[in-house]
């Protein structure tokens, strides 16, 4: 038997996004401002977010209405099409069932624009003229370029310099779309300059680009700031991918033992897993949510689950998250998108419940794992989703060890087209793996803020 395609027809889309907030036994701890330590309100976000997307934050209802004109957007490529890995399940020789849900066949190529839409029209509604933010790989950045473009919003994106020299593609694609594009750590912010006199020849981090996109945002009345991941608004405009997931799987008749996902802030795999975890702590079917993270960039698996930064200059709020510390400058490998200090708060309330397992994969094994799926499925993974894939192929090894059949269900969060020196450097024996050392993990947790 051959790769099997579940496809939705359009009006089979869903219309709201699910927000998982409604179901938690307990709620996430509260976002607490840097000064005072206390819980901050709707009016201490407004220099930097729309009221709507603060508002969604916040929200405890269960299903909130996806606007008709994000619909309307949304159906140029969603739904997007389920998989069956007939043929890497059979390379495998696994008993298990795999399905992924491909979210590459977006315009920017990744899960990302199902969020950067949806914010782009939330500023346009309350007037916003201009969105700045941070890109690490240029997946956020083209993303919210592309947005941006449909929307007649000005869009200047910081990527983190490492990926602006390595990635010169991923830049090319946001200057198509109209953003304009500038090497994070720059002189343009005080942020940026700070870095830079002390380490001229640093290479950035998410962190820094993020302090920079903050400081110009917080300084101008038309402009707005927008993050990619983390956030739990971001999150909820994910969930179309796990809702329709679900769907998916009911015309194949099948429901997921394991969702599979890779976490660089939280958001592909929230989307993916959230609607399944929904359904589980509402008591209405079990399932194992995994979430797959680089050996390199090691938050759930290696960091402490405390308030910290979301930037390295801390202008942002503070968040429970877990955490390898603000000032963490991740090694050079691959899967940039995964690169990031924190996660998503929700997400760590998750692990911290014992609703999500936490686990870690070197980069030579993802790159493998991408590899054989790329022979067998055909499609070229991003590096990020090859932690995704790696998590799968384990779970389905299991499976055959174990003599049993399970179901996997995993998400492939977009297309490797602009990584292709990633996997050039890999067939050359160039990459190698880095081990992030307990030493390390403390030394960048030293700086942790106290919080009583
Ligand atoms: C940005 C990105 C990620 C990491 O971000 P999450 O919020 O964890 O999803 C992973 N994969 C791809 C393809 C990305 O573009």
């Known amino acids: 038997m051959d790769t099997v395609k579940y496809l939705l027809t359009e009006d089979r889309m869903p219309t709201s996004w699910y927000n998982i907030a409604a179901d938690l036994p307990t709620p996430a701890p509260p976002v607490l401002h840097p000064g005072t330590k206390q819980p901050i309100g709707p009016a201490d976000l407004a220099p930097l977010f729309p009221m709507a997307l603060i508002l969604q934050e916040v929200s405890t209802e269960r299903a909130i209405a996806i606007p008709e004109e994000v619909q309307a957007i949304y159906r140029q490529w969603r739904p997007t099409p389920l998989y069956r890995a007939r043929r890497l399940e059979r390379a495998l020789d696994t008993p298990a069932k795999i399905y992924y849900k491909y979210e590459g066949v977006s315009p920017a190529g990744s899960h990302k624009p199902n969020t950067a839409v949806a914010q782009a029209y939330y500023n346009k509604q309350e007037g916003v003229k ?168 090691p938050s759930l698996t290696k960091g402490r689950y405390a308030y910290d930064f979301g930037d390295t200059a801390h202008l942002t709020p503070l968040v429970k998250m877990h955490t390898l510390g603000s000032t963490f400058v991740p090694s050079g490998f691959h899967a940039g998108g995964l690169r990031y200090h924190g996660m998503a708060p929700l997400v760590s309330h998750l692990v911290q419940l014992g609703l999500i397992e936490p686990t870690a994969y070197q980069q030579l094994d993802t790159f493998a794992a991408g590899l054989q799926f790329a022979r067998t499925e055909g499609i070229m993974p991003a590096p990020e989703a090859n932690h995704a894939i790696a998590g799968a192929i384990h779970e389905a090894l299991r499976c055959k060890e174990e003599g049993v059949s399970r179901t996997i269900l995993f998400n492939l969060c977009g297309h490797g087209h602009f990584d292709m020196q990633a996997y050039t450097d890999y067939l050359a024996g160039k990459l190698r793996d880095f081990e992030y050392s307990d030493a390390e993990v403390a030394m960048a947790l030293a700086g942790l803020p106290s919080v009583g």
């Not at 694609?173 to 090497?183: C, D, F, I, R, S």
């Not at 981090?205 to 990619?228: C, F, H, M, P, R």
């Not at 394991?258 to 509402?282: D, E, H, Q």
């Open 130 to 297: 201009r969105i700045v933010t941070e890109t690490g790989a240029g997946q956020w950045g083209s993303s919210l370029a592309f947005a941006g473009a449909l929307f007649g919003l000005e869009i200047k994106v910081y990527m983190v310099r490492v990926s602006y020299e390595q990635k010169p593609y991923r830049r090319a694609l946001m200057e198509a779309y109209g953003a304009t594009v500038t090497a994070s750590p720059s002189e343009e912010t005080a942020s940026g300059r700070a870095i830079l006199a002390e380490h001229p020849d640093s290479t950035g981090s998410l962190g820094i680009a993020i302090s920079e996109a903050v400081e110009v945002a917080a300084q101008n009345d038309d402009t707005k700031y927008a993050l990619g991941s983390v956030l739990n608004h971001v999150l909820l405009h994910q969930t179309v991918i796990g809702q329709e997931a679900l769907a998916q799987l009911e015309m194949a008749g099948d429901y997921p033992d394991v969702v599979v996902g890779c976490t660089g802030g939280g958001s592909n795999f929230a989307g993916i897993a959230f609607p399944f975890i929904g359904a589980k702590l509402r008591g209405e079917r079990d399932v194992r949510a995994v979430a797959v993270e680089p050996a390199a960039c």
